[in-house]
């Protein structure tokens, strides 16, 4: 299908993006990523070496910018300032002579036990960044008054959480994502608490125009097989979303094989 996913005018393929945190190593965490087909994968600065600290292994060495998308996160942030100055960093570090590297996650935190965002804050460094020329994907809330709010002004995409994060718990609230999805002109990507290849099905079929995940894979008992999964089931998910499924019918029976013309009819 010629049905790509389109990120701050850049155009994708796949529309699983995957994480690189939680893997055993960096062999590992290129396995998975190749196996899941994702185009966009994303950093954690404040975790992960990309260049930062030239006497530890370099993450890009495994993930080369000229094959993958790198989308640095502010994972571990609680403040928008913490999260402009994390970001400005990234960008200094993953930019070139030829082109500035402007895409982005924006996370602000709110509490370490659930990791939920702090929506105040978020939008504070939201449109600090994208007044700096920042392309702002944002995990957010599933809020859909906020989200509206974070496409005002100016955010490339919104994430809203399915469940908390690294829960595994799935979607808990259809109606808001739908909300969201109903309403917004930009990309709406499900960000956190995906669980397992049905949840991503699920989150497709919803209607989002990706999903992201990290946990779900790095976590599985066997993640590059996990990852072959997820590919699967973002696929056919927006395949089915595409499709258009049958009506639900409550006590209609209606046979799926024609009654007329039968025998003894």
């Known amino acids: 299908m010629n049905d790509p996913l389109v990120i701050a005018g850049k155009t994708y393929g796949s529309r699983l993006l995957v994480g690189t945190g939680k893997y055993k190593d960096f062999a590992e965490t290129r396995g998975a990523i190749d196996a899941s087909g994702a185009e966009i994968v994303t950093v954690a600065i404040r975790r992960t070496n990309i260049g930062q600290n030239p006497d530890e292994p370099n993450l890009l060495d495994v993930l080369p910018p000229d094959r993958f998308t ?121 960000d956190a608490g995906v669980g397992t290849a049905s949840d991503a099905a699920i989150a497709m079929e919803l209607g989002c125009d990706g999903v992201l995940m990290n946990t779900a894979i790095a976590g599985a008992g066997q993640p590059v097989l996990m990852a072959s999964a997820m590919k699967k089931a973002v696929e056919a998910g927006r395949e089915a979303f595409l499709a258009g499924r049958m009506p639900r019918k409550f006590y209609s029976a209606d046979p799926s094989s024609p009654t007329q013309g039968l025998i003894g009819s």
């Open 70 to 190: 790198i989308l640095p996160n502010t994972a571990g942030c609680y403040t928008a300032d913490d999260a402009v100055r994390t970001l400005r960093l990234a960008r200094e570090l993953l930019s070139t002579e030829a082109r500035r590297h402007d895409l982005c996650k924006l996370e602000v935190l709110g509490d370490p036990s659930n990791l939920f965002p702090n929506m105040p804050e978020t939008l504070k460094a939201a449109e600090i960044l994208v007044k700096d020329g920042f392309d702002v994907m944002v995990y957010c809330a599933d809020d859909p008054i906020q989200a509206r709010m974070l496409e005002d002004i100016g955010c490339a995409a919104v994430m809203p959480l399915a469940s908390l994060i690294g829960s595994g718990m799935g979607i808990l609230n259809p109606w808001n994502l739908r909300l969201i999805i109903d309403n917004a002109k930009v990309p709406v990507l499900v």
